[in-house]
Structures are given as C-alpha cells and as structure tokens.
C-alpha cells in the first residue's frame, strides 16, 4: 500500500527546499530511525503500535503531523535516546481535527494547556500533540511544515520537525528538572553548517537573541574543536550586539523573564517581590489560570501545578 501524502494544495506539500537528498517531491529526505524491533520488550512493541497508528490515523485524515522529540533528533543527528512518548507538532487550528481522528479511532484525547499542548492516550500509552512551546512564544507556523524534511518514522514516510525550529523551541526549555540545551548542542555539532542561520536568527529575533548567543557559548564550552559549527559571523553579529546593548541604559520596569524559561524557578520574584511576570505580555494566550500535570524524575510521580502561582 503507498504511503499517505499531504495533498498538493496542503501546507505540508509546499515551497520545496534544496537538498542533496531530494525526494522526487522536492523535499529533503533524512536517514530516518530505524530501532531493532527484536530486542524491544512486549510492552515497548506495543507502545510502538500505539504511535505507528496514531501517526497512520493522522496521515490519512490529512492532519499531516511533523515527529518531534527523540525521533526527530535521531534523524538529525544520529543519536538515540529512549522515549516513552511520540511528539507530534502541527499548527493549532489543525488539533481540532486531529483530536477527532484519534478518538474516532478509540483514542481518549484531552486538551491538556490550550497555550501549547493536547494528549491522546491508548490505555498507558500516550501522544504529546504539540503547537507551540510551554511558554506560547515558539508557536508552530507554516514555516515548520514548508521546512520540513522527511523520513522514515516508526514505519512510515513522516515529517520531520526542522532542525532550526527544534533549536528555537527548545532554546526556552529550562527547567530544573529538564534542561534542552544538549539537545541544542547535539543539532549544532551535527547540522551547524547546514543550518539556515538567517531563518534561525529571525525566530528569535530582537526579542530572544541574547537567548540565542547564550546557547551558542555554551555549545562552544561544551565542544571547543567545533566552533567552526558555528559561522563566525553570526557569533560577531551577535556579540557586536550585545556590546551596544551594554551601551544602553538598563529599563526601568522590573520585569522578569525568567518565566519564559522555567514556570517555578522565577516565582518568588514574581509572586513576592513584585517582578513582572514577563508571560503577561509575551506569551501567546497567556491568562496565568491554566494549569496541567508536571512529573519530577527524581519524585517519579505527578502533581498539578498552577502556572503563575
């Protein structure tokens, strides 16, 4: 049976990018993940038939998904790491349909954080739908899909979610329990001179280049022999930046931001010494009453927790 598609008049099937490895359909083609499905355990075997299917009831629905998480930075850049979940990511007028999809199909499904993430379980197992990041400043876009590149997934021809929108929506995930900044190396030791640096220095824009430039240094701590991953120029646009913005006089509102990057870490600031919580204004449908389940590795269970408070 041929592999589904994204019909020509969807965004998935748009503005083909070069590659040395083009598909006939004009997109990059990656190397894929291809995991030993013998040495995986009964219950593993069965978790990969809960997200093989999902991703099967969503091609064939049309709600293209691009695979995110472990799978896609697998295909980036070589390196698996096991996982429990499979991150889907699509624009969020398609979760809609993408929930119906799945629970027609048997799946329950729930609107975890309207800011940027729905579930849909099979018993255990469960698929993050993912469109934008926990912060709502990385929203997912046409530019994702018509950047995606494709591989093979769990069996199937998928999407992959593009190196440069990995690297900006993981740039914000630091949490105590979870940092991505690893990650972000990992896709800079292996795709940083295939990257599209313009488009990358345009997602964080005026607003998050100091995000950027932070992220970049420690990749050069972590990997001294590969800074030229890194184009220099981009390094002294950035640092050329930061220079002239020292030359400025500090704003006068108290506003923390730190927010953005941990939805804990900054709450005395925010909730006792009167700090701006920077989520207020910068945060796409930001309200500060949504609240969704967090699970601590080193406690290994879950506790609800309220954004803000």
Not at 74 to 82: N, S
Not at 173 to 178: D, F, G, K, V
Not at 249 to 264: K, V, Y
Request: proline share 6%.
């Amino acid at each position: 049976m041929a592999l589904p598609v994204a019909p020509p008049d969807h965004p998935a099937a748009l503005a083909p990018i070069p590659s040395l490895f083009a598909l006939p359909c004009g997109r990059p083609h990656l190397g894929g993940v291809h995991v030993a499905t013998e040495r995986l355990s009964p219950e593993d075997r069965e978790e990969r038939e809960a997200h093989r299917e999902a991703l099967r009831i969503l091609q064939e629905r049309g709600v293209e998904p691009m695979v995110g998480g472990a799978y896609a930075l697998k295909t980036h850049t070589g390196i698996w790491r096991d996982t429990k979940d499979l991150d889907l990511f699509l624009r969020k007028d398609r979760v809609t349909d993408a929930l119906e999809a799945l629970a027609e199909a048997g799946y329950r499904t729930e609107m975890t954080d309207p800011i940027w993430i729905a579930k849909a379980f099979a018993g255990p197992y469960f698929i993050d739908l993912i469109f934008s990041s926990g912060n709502g400043i990385a929203v997912v876009d046409e530019h994702w899909l018509r950047r995606a590149p494709r591989a093979p997934v769990l069996g199937r021809e998928a999407l992959i979610v593009p190196a440069e929108e990995m690297i900006w929506q993981k740039a914000f995930i630091q949490e105590r329990e979870r940092f991505d900044g690893a990650d972000i190396h990992h896709l800079l030791r292996f795709r940083g001179k295939k990257l599209d640096w313009e488009h990358l220095l345009s997602r964080f824009g005026d607003r998050y280049w100091e995000l950027l430039l932070v992220h970049l240094i420690t990749f050069r701590f972590a990997f001294p022999a590969e800074k030229e991953q890194v184009p220099e120029s981009v390094m002294r646009g950035l640092i050329r930046r930061l220079e002239l913005r020292e030359e400025q006089p500090a704003g006068s509102e108290r506003i923390c931001r730190g927010t953005l990057l941990s939805r804990q870490q900054y709450l005395h600031e925010t909730n006792v010494e009167g700090y701006r919580d920077a989520r207020e204004t910068e945060s796409l449908g930001w309200t500060g009453d949504q609240t969704y389940p967090v699970k601590y590795p080193e406690q290994g269970k879950e506790d609800a927790h309220r954004r803000g408070r």
